[in-house]
Every structure is written in C-alpha cells, then in structure tokens.
C-alpha cells in the first residue's frame, strides 16, 4: 500500500515536472520539490487539526502530547515527501547524490529528535502524579530528581550517538578519525584527558541519580551558603541560597567533597534559638512561655525540644532553645519569631534577667577621704 501511494505521488509529480519542462532543470526542480513540500505541510496541519478536535475534551496530557510532537512529526513527514518527489525531478545524479545525502543527514538528526521528546513525553507522564507543593514532599523529590538527572543524561547521550552516527554518513570522516585514533594513541590519550570533566559529571549524574545525595528543594550547605537545589543539570547543580543569590556547583562536587543535607531523611528540621542573659533569668518560666509561644505560632506546627542553658560566662548565661518543625523554611521562621517574642517577654516580665554589666566602685585606702561622693569617711 504504502509503495503504490508512494508510485502514484511520483506519477503526479512527474507529470507537473513535464509540465514545466519549458524552464530550466533547477527551476523545475524547484517547483516540483516546493509542490511535495506543500502538501505534506498541509496534509500535517489537517491532521494535527483533526488530532487537536478529538483530544480536546479528554486530559490535559494528551494535549501536551501533541504539542511536543508537532514540530518532529511535521519534519518527519517533509523529509518523506521530499525523498518521494525525489526521483520526478530532473535533476543530474551528481546533484540528486548530495540532496539524498543530506536527506540522510536529515532523518538521523531526526531520530535523534524523536528520541528525546519520546524521553520527555514519558519522563512528564512519569512525573505527573509528583508535587512538591505539599508539606511531606519527600517522595516526590527524590522521584523527580531520579528522572530529571537521568533525562539530562540520557539527552547528552542521544546527543552524541546523533552526532556520531551522523558523522559516520561521510567516508572522509569516518576515514579521518579512524586513522588517527588507530595510529597515534597519544591523540587518544589527549581526548580521553580533555573529555576527562564531561565524562567525570557524566557518570556523577548517574551516580546521583541511583544514590541521591541530594534531591530537588533539599535543603544543604555547600562551601559554608546555605540553600535549595533549585536545578540539576546534567553538569552543573543550581543553589538557590537564602538571599535569592544562585551557586553554581560542577555535579562531580555532589560526589567528591562532604556537605551538609538538612533535608536528607524528611522535611523536619531542628533550629537553635539562643538567648544570652543573665544568672538570673528564671529558665523554668522561659521553658514554659517557650513551648506557650510555639503553640500559639501561625507559622506552622511546630514543637519545642529542649531548653536547656547550653554555656556560662563570667558575663552571663547562654540559654540554648531547640525548636522544631515540619521544613526547614518553618523551623527557620519559626526560631527567629521565638527569639524576638522571647526578648519581648523578658523586657516586659523579667528585666532583671537581661544582660547588663556591673561596676563595681572602689574607695580609696583607709584613713583618707571616700573616693564615692556623698559616703561618710571610714571611722577610726
């Protein structure tokens, strides 16, 4: 079926060819190549149209769908009606050689193409029933870091096999970097050291990807910031830090150095909230008005751990107050809105408990004058 349609599209064109025949070859050409390409444009419209009507009642991922697939599948279809319309132009061999060439070309890049949205379509359908806009989002980041990492690898991938197997269309190329990798392993050697970071963040990106050492929205500590991993690249991690900056991290760093994931086994976090005050701040009254305060929070749930006096000093006590809550933006909040409200109440119930510096005042020795005015001498 598929050959007589393709004989009776040729028969057609051909007969616009002979049509023409009065200009010349490349002009008609021309003609016969833009008649092909125009109806397969059209004919993709129409059925892109008719596609578009029946999906649009149903889910919202069909739609999607279409729409990823619109651009390779409108390509796809020119390229076939280019090689049909091929042969009914009266082209020289030479010159009919080099467009199949680059037909040829054309259809690799385009599956490479496909490759990669088919990648995309299923890693988003994957994805779909995922949120992260939910307070135990744990699941869901380390599934969606999983496949986002592996579709940047696996992009890199597609890629390259795209490229190579492109390259290997031309006998020359091929020719070329056979015998220079097989004469001369030091330009095997230099290759191998230059490819050395791409390979490295590579294989870190699938190592990361099985192992998760760090998922989307964690929570970590790099180089002493502190922030979210915003974005995992196939090279490169994204930090969102506390201040709005962004730190750009290589992926291998994930895999080599030690850092802190606060978001590692859950959301919960533990925060410090410390006070310094003096020897006689009543701690039992600051553990109560603590776990008082916490309750009474409209930040989140929240619960106190301890309060306990953590140091001392020749100035003064250290009370330390561990809180915690359900993320580690909450547990944040939360322990700088339990300090300021904790200062309020010592101020207002407790002023004694702040810290303050004593002066002790000293007279002069014995038998002369008082060196504080208004004190009576010493007596004989």
């Not at 397969?40 to 596609?51: G, K, S, T």
Request: aromatic share 6%; with cysteine.
């Amino acid at each position: 079926m598929w050959q007589e349609l393709s004989e009776s599209v040729r028969a057609k064109l051909s007969a616009i060819s002979r049509t023409v025949d009065f200009a010349p070859t490349w002009a008609v050409s021309i003609v016969v190549l833009l008649c092909a390409v125009a109806v397969a444009w059209l004919l993709h419209a129409a059925i892109l149209a008719a596609l578009g009507r029946a999906v649009r009642e149903r889910r919202s991922y069909l739609q999607s769908i279409l729409e990823a697939t619109k651009n390779p599948t409108r390509l796809g279809l020119l390229l076939i009606a280019i090689a049909i319309a091929l042969p009914a132009t009266p082209l020289e061999p030479g010159t009919a050689r080099a467009i199949g060439r680059m037909l040829a070309l054309a259809t690799i890049c385009l599956l490479g193409w496909i490759a990669a949205t088919a990648l995309r379509i299923g890693a988003n359908i994957y994805l779909m029933g995922y949120r992260l806009d939910v307070d135990d989002n744990l699941m869901a980041r380390k599934h969606i870091t999983q496949v986002r990492v592996l579709v940047r690898v696996l992009d890199t991938v597609i890629a390259l096999l795209t490229a190579g197997f492109a390259l290997m269309t031309f006998d020359e190329v091929r020719q070329y970097g056979v015998s220079l990798f097989a004469s001369a392993g030091v330009a095997g050697i230099v290759a191998g050291l230059a490819a050395r970071p791409v390979l490295s963040n590579l294989f870190a990106g699938v190592q990361l990807a099985v192992t998760q050492p760090i998922r989307i929205e964690d929570a970590v500590t790099v180089e002493n910031e502190y922030g979210w991993v915003e974005e995992i690249t196939s090279t490169y991690v994204v930090l969102r830090l506390w201040d709005q900056r962004r730190l750009i991290v290589p992926l291998s760093y994930f895999i080599e150095k030690p850092f802190y994931n606060w978001t590692r086994q859950g959301t919960n976090n533990i925060g410090t909230a410390a006070l310094f005050l003096d020897y006689s701040a009543p701690v039992d009254l600051i553990r109560q008005k603590a776990a008082e305060l916490v309750a009474q929070s409209k930040l989140g749930p929240g619960t106190v751990s301890s309060v306990q006096v953590a140091n001392t000093s020749p100035n003064g006590i250290e009370v330390r107050v561990l809180v915690s809550a359900g993320s580690a933006a909450i547990t944040a909040n939360l322990c700088a809105e339990l300090r300021e409200q904790l200062i309020g109440y010592l101020q207002r119930e407790h002023p004694h408990a702040l810290p303050h510096r004593r002066n002790e005042i000293v007279g002069k020795p014995w038998g002369g004058p008082s060196a504080a005015p208004g004190l009576p001498p010493p007596q004989d």
